[in-house]
């Protein structure tokens, strides 16, 4: 018995010494740190019995936070989708100064604070702020509003989109657009079949990666978002407001929604991926 279990731990016929204990230790910090709390998030709905979930489920004004959640979340990735693809060629292909100062910078939102983010931005887009106050005068107002929940998601999902695009974008020969050039292509056919058409399984993960965090998006969204009931409220807020009313079923009943619809999102795009890379093999 010893042996088997000194033999395991070594890995048996592993190559990798420890392979079998390496293994058993990831797969307890996965099942301790992510399985088992999202089987609880699942579960926990349902304790109080299907009329409970039914009744939290509804509920006009849960729709609507999921509504303004699910659209702004959607509309902010489709923005940075464009937004990250120039960006991240003119890391990789530009030769500006401060570049290596902008490439470092596009880690930012990721690394401060989501409160940091949401104040800094309410400041910056609010009535009285550098940005918002000339704006203001033409008639745009962007804080408190769901434009201000837009600009936010976006803000915080533009690094997932640059960093998806940016390694495969430099992994990209050159020599392609010369031989299109070459062959009498117009500029842009080089960048639509040239270009970006490799680019398109990175652009579409980069796109579920930004709506399926702008979907939870909490710390950086309540500062400019206005909270309003029915129309700029998020639902991670609405969250909030029932556990504050002590109505655990209705706030389960929402992050269990908020889950799925970010599971679902990304299995969408993991097969939306596969059959683009597909498609660009066969080319």
């Not at 058993?24 to 979930?53: E, H, K, N, S």
């Not at 100062?101 to 983010?117: E, F, G, H, N, R």
């Not at 702020?129 to 803000?155: C, D, E, H, N, Q």
Request: with cysteine.
């Amino acid at each position: 018995m010893k042996q088997a279990v000194l033999s395991f731990l070594r890995g048996g016929g592993s190559a990798l010494p420890g392979y079998r204990l390496a293994l058993g230790v990831t797969l307890l910090w996965t099942g301790v740190f992510i399985v088992l709390p999202l089987c609880a998030l699942i579960i926990r709905p349902w304790q109080d019995g299907v009329g409970a979930m039914v009744a939290a489920t509804h509920d006009t004004r849960m729709f609507a936070a999921l509504w303004t959640s699910f659209s702004s979340a959607f509309l902010a990735a489709l923005l940075n989708v464009p937004l990250g693809l120039l960006l991240a060629g003119a890391l990789v292909r530009g030769d500006l100064p401060g570049r290596k100062i902008a490439d470092a910078l596009i880690d930012l939102p990721l690394a401060l604070p989501t409160a940091v983010s949401g104040i800094t931005l309410a400041t910056l887009y609010g009535p009285q702020g550098w940005l918002g106050a000339p704006l203001a005068k033409l008639g745009l107002v962007l804080a408190y509003s769901r434009t201000g929940i837009v600009l936010a998601l976006m803000f915080v999902g533009l690094p997932f989109v640059v960093r998806t695009v940016e390694p495969v974008l430099k992994n990209l020969p050159r020599d392609m657009e010369e031989a299109a050039v070459l062959l009498g292509a117009r500029p842009w056919q080089v960048v639509t079949r040239v270009v970006i058409a490799p680019l398109l399984p990175a652009l579409v993960t980069g796109f579920g990666l930004a709506f399926a965090r702008g979907v939870g998006e909490y710390g950086s969204v309540i500062f400019i978002a206005g909270n309003q009931p029915f129309k700029s409220e998020i639902a991670p807020l609405l969250i909030v407001v029932r556990l504050q009313e002590f109505d655990y079923a209705g706030a389960t009943a929402i992050a269990l929604i908020l889950l799925l619809t970010s599971l679902l999102a990304l299995v969408l795009v993991s097969l939306v991926r596969r059959r683009l890379s597909v498609w660009g093999e066969q080319r």
